[in-house]
């Protein structure tokens, strides 16, 4: 009985040491697991008793290293500055040169359009389009100030827009409209004359391509409508950077945005062809661009159709380090007073306080 029981024994040890083995047999790989005894705990025990009876040290908290997942990256906002500032001034550019291929009023009717038919002009409206379009622009310019992360915010406005106004210029150039109206007045044509036409790309730059600032008398930039675009990317931009709950900020940004397309067609200053492609091109591309930046699956993924756009190395340039979506974060973007005017000794003295205790 008593050398039963000590096999029994010597058989539990075995399998205590081989786990997880059936029969205690040694696997083929030769590797064995390690074996954790108690030591250890009483180690650690130990040493926390030898640190409570030593209390003249200092502890020093040390912040965990963090990969940023939202740089700023200004350098990056500054090409996709460049990149705008080049396709506006290439509108203007096509613009003076398509000006000379618009057919005479006289000989080219306006087009018919559904909305002229019902819709008689009103002279003002196209003033209000205007004035809609700059408060908003402000408002976006305002808002883009206090955003914390107006760096990444900006250069997709700037992306956008160059991107936007590069379409314009090739649909602008490849199909001439006659003008919508027998009410509009266009400069007369050059007739191969660089000179002027310089002056005219100077003129329209100058004063912004606004009818109000009277630089803007040229035709032929009707398809598709760059007020329209403005209007719908500022308010897109407004809704996306701010907090859902400002509903009544939304509404009054998407009431100026309303109000400035329709009063567009209200004035004849374009077809209804133009105004709507202006708004599903503009729209959609703001969609699509943000919807691969904010789900970083897509942006890897072999599935994801949106990489076959040609725009998308430049996407993955300027997205490349943003690791996640963009949080409505506002801050003042001043500091005051600045780091330099601050006292150096202030969290040495804490640390001398904390060690004369």
């Known amino acids: 009985m008593a050398s039963q029981e000590l096999v029994n024994a010597r058989d539990t040890a075995t399998d205590n040491l ?66 705008a500032g080049f396709n506006l001034v290439l509108t203007t550019v096509v613009i003076t040169v398509v000006h000379e291929r618009v057919p005479p009023k006289e000989s080219s009717p306006p087009l018919p359009d559904k909305f002229f038919d019902y819709i008689d002009r009103v002279n003002w409206a196209f003033t209000v389009t205007e004035i809609n379009g700059m408060v908003l622009l402000a408002i976006w310019l305002i808002q883009l100030f206090f955003f914390r992360y107006k760096s990444i915010a900006s250069r997709r406005f700037f992306f956008l827009i160059g991107t936007l106004y590069l379409y314009r210029c090739v649909t602008m150039y490849i199909t001439t409209l006659p003008v919508p109206g027998m009410h509009m007045t266009c400069a007369p044509k050059l007739h191969g004359d660089s000179h002027a036409k310089i002056q005219r790309i100077l003129r329209l730059v100058s004063g912004g391509g606004l009818s109000i600032t009277s630089s803007h008398l040229l035709c032929g930039d009707f398809l598709y409508s760059g007020h329209t675009v403005m209007l719908t990317l500022t308010y897109l931009f407004i809704k996306e950077y701010s907090p859902r709950s400002f509903w009544w900020y939304h509404l009054m940004c998407w009431l100026l945005s309303a109000v400035g397309v329709v009063c567009i067609l209200v004035a004849h200053e374009h077809y209804s062809v133009d105004v709507v492609v202006a708004y599903f091109i503009t729209s959609r591309l703001f969609w699509w661009y943000h919807t691969m930046a904010n789900l970083q699956t897509l942006k890897c993924s072999p599935n994801n159709y949106l990489t076959n756009t040609w725009w998308n190395p430049l996407f993955n340039f300027l997205e490349r380090n943003v690791q996640t979506s963009v949080p409505c974060s506002y801050s003042w973007p001043i500091t005051w007073p600045p780091s330099c005017l601050k006292n150096p000794c202030k969290k040495y003295s804490m640390v001398q306080s904390t060690r004369e205790e």
């Open 18 to 83: 081989n786990p997880g083995m059936e029969g205690g047999a040694v696997p083929s790989s030769g590797k064995t697991c390690p074996v954790h005894t108690p030591g250890g705990e009483d180690t650690k025990r130990g040493f926390r008793k030898g640190i409570g009876r030593h209390n003249d040290y200092v502890k020093i908290s040390v912040p965990d290293s963090k990969v940023n997942r939202l740089p700023m990256e200004w350098w990056k906002t500054a090409i996709a500055f460049f990149y």
